[in-house]
Each structure stands twice: as C-alpha cells, then as structure tokens.
C-alpha cells in the first residue's frame, strides 16, 4: 500500500448557470478590464489516498467525486494523478 | 433543421412523437383540429407544457372550482386565477400571498431544488406588484433517522437559507415535519408574502396594439427543460435522482436587482402587464399574457439573450431559467424602463409586441415557428373527471384499535417533546435570517409569523401553516379542515384577525382512483370550512404526483391563514411572560389520540378517527384570543395540537425560562389530557388582575375556560404527575436534530 | 435624545449618517432606521456615486453585496463610492461597517484581518451576547468596558482570521471592541466579534446593532448605543 496523491476538479456543466462565475466577470470591467469572454468558477479538491496501485486510488478517488465531491446532476468532475 | 410553421403546412399530415412529451391520443388529436395541421415542434413543446398537469390543473380543475364559490367578502382585491391573489388590509395598502411546491426538484437537488422554490415564489408575489417582505418553508421529509433524510434535509434548509438570507427577505415560520411516507419524496412548500399601496396592482394582461413586450432579467440558457412536465407531473421511478433533467441553478442576487428594479418600474407606472417566467418559462409567459389581453402578439425569439448560443427555439421556449420578467410597456416608456433596468444591472431586452388579432405569433431569424391562438394553450387544455375510488384500506385504518395508554410519566414527556415531530426546530431555524428588513415582530417558533407593515401605525400581519397528512390519511374531508382549523387558531393566537386563506395541495398519483378521491374529499372539506370561517382561498397550488414506487404520500393540504393585527405592539407571544400569572385552557378535551404523535411517536401507529372538527367552537375560540389580545389581557396564547398540552406548556415555559404549577382537572385520565389532540383549544396565561374579567368574556361566549395552575419558578410541575426541571426539558427538547444532522453552531 | 438635535451650546446640530447601499445589500434600510432612532439625518448614499453627500459618518450595511460570490466585501470594495470611502475614513470620519460592511472594510484594508466561513459551515442566527471591551471608539462610548450586550448575530462568513502577529496586537492595543460571550457562534479566533482601527474611528462588527434598537422587533435596545455614540461624538 502506497500514498497516492488524487486532484479532483469539480465543475459545473456547461448549460448550468454558474452565478458566481457571472458575478466576478461582470465586477472585472468595473476594474478596468475587459469583459472576460468566459469566467466559469469551480472547486479544486487534493486527496491522498492509500491504495494498492495507482490506479485502485483513481477508481476510489472517482467514487468519492460522483458521491460526494460532486453533484452529477449538475456538476461534472475529473479525477487524476497528481 | 428548425421546423417552421411554413413546414408544418407542407406536411401538416405527418406524425410527431408526442407521447414522449406526455401528451394522451386524444390530446394530440385536439391540437391538430385547432391548428388544421400538425404543429410545430415548437409547439408541441408549448403545448405539452401548458397541457400538463401542473400547468393547466387538468385532474383538480373541476373541484378547485369550489373554492370561487366562497364568498370573496370585501377584503379581496385580485382572487384566484392571477399569479396571487390579493386582499385589501386598510390604510391604502394591499397584500398578496401565495404558497406554491417545489417537490421533485428539491428531491433531485435538494439545495437547488428549494433555493428556486424560493425564487419563484417571491416573483409570483413581485409580479402582482408587491415588494415581497416575507417567506414561509413547510417542510416535510422522510423518517429522521433515515441515511438519505441526511442528504436531503440539510441540503434543503441551507437552499431555504441560501436564497431567501441573500435576498434579504426574513423567513417567520413553516413546518418541519418527518414521516416515512415522504420519503423519495420530500415536500418543499415555500410560501411568499408581499405589500403593495392598492394603487401599484399589477396584472398579466397583454394589451394595447404596439405595446412592447419586455424580458428582463438573467440570460436564458437550457435549464431544467421539460422540468415542469416531466418533474411534476410524474412519478419517481425506484431509479432515485440520477438521469434527470438537468436542474435549475438559483442566482439570488440577480433575483434582488429584479426586484429592486421592477419595483422602480411599478412606482413610476411604467408597466401595463406583467407576468414572471416560472415552471414554463417564455412558453407560459408569452401564452398567458396575450391570453389574458385577449391580444395577439408576436415575438421575436432571435432577440432573447441566450447564455449558450447554440440553443434551438424549442429549448429557448422550454428553458426554466430562473430570476426572468416579462414586461409589457409603452413604446413611449420603454426607453425609462431601459435605464431603470441598467441602474440595477439587469437585462432587459425588446423581444416582441402586441400585435392586432389573436395569434401568438413566434419569429426565429425571420421565420414563424410558432402561430397559435393563445387561449388554446392557456385556457383551453384538457379538463379530466378522474374516476374516484374510497380507499380500500380506509375501514380497516379507522377501526384498528389504538395501544393501550400507558400511564402520563416523566419518562414519556422527555420521550414526546424529543421525538422527531415535536422537538425543537432550532438546528434549521438558525439557518434562516428571520429578522432582516427590521419587521419582524414574531418568528418560528412562535405560532404564526407577524411581521410589522406600517411603522407610523403598527398595521401588521400574521401567518401561519399547518397541515397534518396522518388525520388527512384516516379523513381527508376531516384532515383538510383540521389543518385550516389549526393555521386559524395559530393566527388568532398572536391576536390577529384571520381573513384569508392560501393553499398547497400535495397529493400522489391523479391517476391513481383512490388519490383522486382523497383530493376530491379534501378540496370538499377544505372549501366547506373556509366558506363558513370567512376566509376566502386567494389562491394556491395542486402538486400531484408525489408517490414513491407506487405509493403515494399521504395526502397533505398546507393550508396557508392569512391574520390582520390593527397594531403588531399589541401581538400576544407563545411563551409565557412572567412568574405568578394564571393559566387558563380554552375549549374541551376528549379522548382523542386517532393519528396522534404520541400513537405514531411511541408506537409508530396510524389508524382510529382525526380529533373532531368544530368549526363554530374554532370561531369562538379566534375571537375571544383576539379579543383578549386587542383589551390587553393576554400575556400568552399557545394553540394546542400536535402533542397535546403537554407539548404546549413545554414551548410555552422553554420560550422565556418560566416555569409552572399545573393541577389538572378529574374528568380525563392526566395520560389523555396532557396528549390528546383535541381541535379548538388554546392555552393561555392571564395577569391575576385579568382573570376575571377575561373567564367572564369566555362564559359569556359560552367557550369552556378551565384554570389549570400557574406560571412559577423554573420548572413544570404536573401534580401528582411529574416534575421536571426546565433545563431538563430544555436539553431533551433540543438534543435531537443536533445528534442526527451534526451540532448546532457553537457547541 | 430623539429628536436629531443637540442645543447644549447654544446652536442647534444635525448630524447626517450616510448608509451605502451597494447591489445585494440588505441591512440598509435598517441601518437607515436605527440611525433615525438614535436622533441623525440619514442620508442614503448609492455605490456608484463617488460623493458622499457631506455626510458626517458612514454606515456599511449588511447584506449580500454582489451576492458575495467570490469572497464577501471582495468586489464591493471596488465600487465608485470607496475610494472617497476610505480617503474620508483614513482622515478621521466615523465608518462602521456591520456584517457584510465588516467584510468590505476588512477587503479595503480599512481593518485587518479578514471574515471567513463559519467554521460550522452553516449560516447562523441566534440572538448573541457580546463583552463590550473598548469604549473609547467612536461608536461605543454609550458602553462600559465588560458590559455585556445581546444583538443578533447573522451571517455565513463570520468566521474572523488574522495570524497570530495581528492578534496580539489587536488586543494588546485594545483594538477588540467587542467579545463574544456564552459561546461563540462561527469560529472567530480568540472570540472577537468586533474590531477597530489604530484611531478608533473605523469599527466593524459582525452581529448586528441595528437589529436592537426597538423592544418590539429585537432582543431589546442594546445596539441602539452604537448610533447614539457616534451622535455624541460629532456634536462633542
């Protein structure tokens, strides 16, 4: 068994709105500036899991991101080695 | 290829694949005879949602009805049929109030799902030209203990909070409620209540040839299409959230600029007709309004601002996109419309005008996609005289004997006042503001909200909800009037004036004969007793389908009671306010413990007969606390029900730390008067000075009065029952929400 | 002293409290309120207008401003009306800042420190005593030091941070203004609900005095001290 360090980076789908993204892209001009053409905010997860190999640790890191870490009625996640 | 209304002429014979949008045979049928021809695409989609179930109100209609037969008295300004009806409360103002569901979304996503409960019930309340400046959440949820309610039901309250604390709008009071027939399928009740001066009404009608039709608010993208149709009006199969459509995001903030900015717009009379998007989007939106004018309209869909460009018009129709107004102004007020809309950075966008005729007319780059007359889908959809069937197993539930009573112990106090249903709410109503906007003058967990209108006057309002579904699942005509019996009493416990009434109807399957007949039997029930307590129904909402595998929930109105308080500083609070006061019990108790909590609580029991209703003893009662209240000679007023008096002198001695001495009288066994259920009664605690002048008020209206102790020290005491030290009670009454959903902030 | 008047030297002052509304704020009509009951003019003064109306002090309300999606105060502190904001703060104006105004003068560097999420992670309401531990400041000479007061508290970042450096400074300084006291409702490190800056005209509170001002409404008239001390002080 060995420590392997997993990145998950959970966002929501494309054709869900995305308030906060909304938000910090409409203040940006407000700044100074220009309009972003896109600004789509999510959440980066690192988890360390001991597994047996590389990949037990992704097959277990991405149940945790489809159970918990996100909401795949909404969100969409990926999972890899960091 | 879009399908044009050009190509729907050149092959008006072909078939379309309308039973995957829930339309039956003979519906399809009717929408070719309307049109003479196949419809479009996009109108079969508008079609189908404007037929379903939950738009159209094609199983409940025909007993809905019964509710316009109630006298409207002379309060009511705006009644059913409008996005909320609206009641005159003096002093020049009005106020429109409305509560609405938002089940199988908050099932789906529970934060979402009851953060856009919200949102759309505050623009129902907005669109009448309110400024909405309250919320209510009745909640009802699985069994407490069960692994998924720890999914739900946090989600649930943080999307309460989330939405309505950053909308600045205080949440007063609600329900939560947990029992295993609302399991997979949660109810998320969201209540609204809005105040306007009566001059600033808004209404939905589209008029005036030339008029311009405005759309202001977030941009439109492919939210939770088909969410309405397919959500609402079907049922969950055993696959649970998974492979839905997509839900709708809340965006609370842009919901306070629109908000603020159609208010602008309304004050400076910039605004014909209104109407919000809500379940059915642009597709209801444009349908009603141009119904509603008895106009024609056209738009032009090309002009909508979209947040994904490669949406088609079918989808922009569809789309659930939330924080959306539809606006119908002058051409001449149109530019000031526009810059108000800027001010609070919020989109507005020209996309159609009221046109001549009576087509509703839908434009895409210059093609008609949609042309059809707007009453069709707005008024003219199905209405359905479902067959109803007495449930099989009713008998059988009425005449399954109760357990035996045990004695009344201390044991079974703590026991009851810890129990899921009747222990303190506190971990979820911590997580709403209830005091924002400075009004509030009573909030959860008090008997009903009351909120301040005027600061020169004191005018104010009460509200409250209730709703039991076991009485409505042994008597529905029974259980709908209990629970308007109950949000009555609990409104003129504070010492308001009930005047009106609003309500949600949750049921299972219409489909299902023996749903309809709960449905049919409620409605009746509900109708009957709104019409002789003279409160009127102002409108409501039908939410069908909310079954689990098959099993439908048990049927549960939430009746909504609207209270009028000439002056809020004269309010009668739950708890008890000082040591050596009298304690008096309105009102009889029998031996009535049929659906009770402690039969479901400590034997998980449902069966017997609900506690009688006695609307005439519930009027007494009403006037007689408002009476005491407005001569000042209340200190407190509780209205007893779920758990009987013990359950009220618990809220009551816990809210302010007062304890009492309580004597009971011989006629019942102590078991059966502390838990019995019994309607009409209320406990009250009078100054001694008071006593006599308010025991004569009750004997001259023949309402029995029963002194049962006093208000002392810091502990209740039952004599030659139990003692119990208030911190004691405090602790079990608190302790259980904490230990299944994680510790209350700061501990 | 309700009245908005003061003629102990013969003259007649009417001090003017300005309450910025920016998007999303929603304590402003409240502030508005609680000022007018302490005795000020009030004048609402809007984010996108730089002028501040020759207001004598300013209030920063609670809310959501922006919908305080990417960090709370994070963009409002960018909004027209702070520059002048905090020109005028740094030359002495009285500024209190509650809840959210908490947040934005702490994003302005007004006030060190900066408000987190509650470490429980849920909004939270509750009536909340606090231990009153400077009177000096312009807003709470109403007070004794260790008076305890009861005002709601509401947020859902509320949860004040500063290393360790900060701290001790803010304390050793007396630059906590207020404790909270009978537990601790979102975490905030050494209990601190409320803090000034080094000359005590800038305050920011996280509980909110404006919702204790009237018995009918509130836990009681405790928070009403806040504006009545700031009154005192400009007319003085």
């Known amino acids: 068994m060995a420590v392997h360090k997993i990145l998950v980076d959970v966002m929501l789908k494309p054709e869900i709105l995305d308030p906060q993204g909304q938000a910090v892209a409409n203040a940006l001009p407000n700044l100074g500036y220009p309009s972003p053409v896109g600004l789509r905010i999510g959440r980066h997860v690192e988890l360390a899991l001991e597994a047996a190999d590389a990949d037990a640790a992704l097959e277990q890191a991405t149940k945790i991101a489809d159970t918990l870490l996100a909401n795949p009625v909404i969100e969409d996640y990926t999972v890899r080695l960091a | 290829m879009i399908d044009t209304v050009k190509n729907a002429e050149a092959t008006a014979t072909d078939g379309l694949p309308y039973a995957e949008l829930g339309l039956q045979d003979d519906e399809y049928a009717k929408i070719v005879e309307i049109l003479g021809r196949r419809p479009t695409q996009s109108e079969l989609a508008m079609y189908s949602i404007m037929w379903s179930e939950h738009c159209s109100y094609k199983s409940s209609k025909v007993h809905l009805s019964q509710f316009g037969k109630i006298p409207k008295g002379d309060r009511m ?93 205080p949440n007063v009071g609600g329900e939560v409620v947990f029992d295993p027939s609302y399991q997979g399928n949660p109810l ?60 709708q995001v809340g965006d609370p903030f842009t919901e306070k600029l629109l908000i603020e900015a159609c208010l602008e717009m309304f004050d400076a009379k910039l605004v014909e007709g209104i109407q919000d998007l809500g379940g059915a989007g642009l597709t209801c939106a444009l349908t009603e309004t141009s119904a509603a004018g ?141 005091i924002v906007m400075g009004n509030s003058v009573l909030a959860w967990p008090e008997d009903a909200g009351v909120v301040r209108l005027s600061e020169q006057t ?6 409250a909800t209730d709703g039991n579904g076991r009485y409505t699942r042994l008597d529905p005509f029974a259980g709908a009037q209990l629970a308007l019996a109950e949000a009555y009493r609990n409104v003129a416990a504070t010492g308001a004036v009930p005047i009106a009434v609003t309500d949600c109807l949750n049921f299972g399957s219409p489909e299902d004969p023996e749903v309809m007949w709960q449905f049919a039997e409620a409605t009746r029930g509900l109708a009957e007793a709104c019409a002789f307590l003279e409160t009127p129904v102002t409108g409501g ?36 306010q000082d040591q050596g006061e009298t304690l008096l019990l309105l009102g009889d108790t029998h031996d009535e413990l049929g659906g009770s909590e402690w039969a479901w609580s400590q034997h998980r029991h449902l069966g017997g007969v609900p506690p009688r209703v006695d609307l ?29 008096l013990a359950q009220a002198l618990v809220e009551s001695a816990l809210a302010k730390g007062i304890g009492a001495r309580i004597v009971l009288p011989e006629t019942q066994t102590a ?77 | 002293m309700i009245g908005g008047c003061w003629r102990g030297t013969g003259r007649v002052v009417q001090v003017k409290i300005g309450v910025v509304t920016f998007p999303g704020s929603l304590d402003d009509r409240d502030a508005q309120r609680a000022a007018r009951l302490a005795g000020a003019e009030v004048t609402p003064l809007w984010h996108a207008d730089a002028d501040l109306h020759d207001v004598d002090a300013v209030v920063l309300p609670g809310g959501f401003s922006y919908g305080d999606y990417l ?121 601190i609900a409320g803090i000034t800056n080094e000359r005590g005209n800038v305050l920011g509170l996280m509980p909110h005095p404006e919702h204790a001002v009237e018995a009918l409404t509130g836990p009681g008239t405790d928070g009403l001290g806040f504006f009545t001390s700031v009154l005192k002080e400009l007319v003085r």
């Open chain 2, 188 to 247: 998320v009740n969201a209540l609204c209540l809005g105040v306007m001066p009566v001059e600033r009404i808004q209404l939905s009608a589209a008029k005036g040839v030339g008029n311009v039709v405005v759309l202001l608010g977030a941009k439109t993208g492919r939210d939770g299409i088909g969410g309405v149709s397919v959500l609402a009006s079907a049922t969950f199969e055993e696959d649970g959230p998974a492979n839905r459509p997509a839900v």
């Open chain 2, 616 to 644: 005439a003893r519930e009027k007494v009662l009403a006037e007689v606390l408002v009476s005491g209240s407005r001569d000042g000679m209340l200190s407190s007023a509780h209205d007893l029900s779920d758990g009987g």
């Open chain 3, 71 to 191: 960090r709370c105060g994070a963009i409002a502190r960018f909004a027209q009306v702070m520059p002048t904001l905090i020109d005028a703060a740094n030359g002495g104006m009285p500024v209190l800042g509650i809840c959210n105004g908490f947040q934005v003068l702490c994003e302005s560097h007004l006030l060190p420190g900066a408000l987190t999420r509650n470490q429980h992670l849920h909004f939270v309401h509750r009536d909340q005593p606090l231990r009153v531990a400077n009177n000096t400041t312009a807003w709470t000479t109403a007070y004794s030091v260790d008076q305890e007061i009861t005002i709601p508290v509401k947020n859902g970042e509320g949860c004040f941070v500063a290393d360790q450096k900060t701290l001790d400074a803010l304390e050793q300084e007396g630059r906590v203004v207020a404790y909270y006291a009978q537990g601790n409702p979102n975490g905030s490190l050494r209990d």
């Open chain 2, 541 to 576: 909402n039908v939410s069908f389908y909310n079954s689990t595998a098959g099993t439908p929930i048990n049927p549960t109105p939430v009746v909504g009671v609207l209270g009028l308080l000439d002056d809020v500083a004269r309010r009668t609070p739950m708890g008890f």
């Open chain 2, 671 to 747: 078991f059966v008067q502390l838990f019995s259920e019994s309607a009409g009664r209320a406990l009250v605690s009078v100054p001694r000075s008071e006593e006599l002048r308010f025991t004569e008020m009750c004997n001259v209206r023949d309402l029995p009065v029963t002194r049962i102790g006093v208000t002392d020290g810091t502990a209740l005491e039952i004599q030659d029952v139990l003692t119990v030290d208030l911190d004691e009670l405090r602790t079990a009454h608190e302790a259980t929400l904490p230990a299944l959903f994680g510790p209350l902030a700061g501990t």
């Open chain 2, 294 to 434: 008895k106009s024609g309209m056209v738009a032009y869909l090309d002009r909508v601002p979209l947040r994904e460009a490669s949406m088609d018009p079918t989808e922009v129709l569809a789309s659930e996109s939330q924080e959306r107004m539809l606006a119908i102004v002058t051409p001449d007020s149109l530019p000031e419309v526009l810059a108000i809309a800027e001010k609070w950075g919020v989109l507005a966008t020209a996309i159609g005008e009221v046109t001549t005729g009576d087509r509703l007319k839908i434009l895409w780059h210059g093609e008609a996609v949609v042309d059809v007359p707007p009453g069709s889908l707005a008024d003219d959809g199905p209405v359905y005289h479902r067959p109803m069937v007495r449930p099989a197993d009713l008998d059988a539930l009425n005449n399954a004997p109760l357990p035996d009573y045990p004695e009344a112990t201390k044991d079974l106090l703590l026991k009851m006042i810890s129990s899921p249903n009747l222990c303190s709410k506190r971990w979820v109503v911590e997580q709403y503001d209830r």
């Open chain 2, 77 to 169: 300004l705006v009644g059913m049929g409008e996005n909320a009806g609206v009641v005159d409360v003096g002093e020049g103002l009005a106020v429109t109030f409305k509560v609405e569901s938002h089940n199988h979304p908050s099932y789906v996503e529970p934060y979402q799902g009851a953060a856009t409960g919200i949102g759309g019930i505050v623009r129902d309340i907005l669109t009448m030209g309110a400024r909405p400046v309250l919320v209510m959440d009745p909640l009802r949820f699985g069994d407490a203990d069960h692994p998924d309610t720890k999914r739900v039901l946090p989600g649930i309250v943080a999307g309460v909070g989330g939405y309505g604390n950053c909308l600045g709008l």
């Open chain 2, 458 to 463: 004191g005018l104010g309002v009460a509200l």
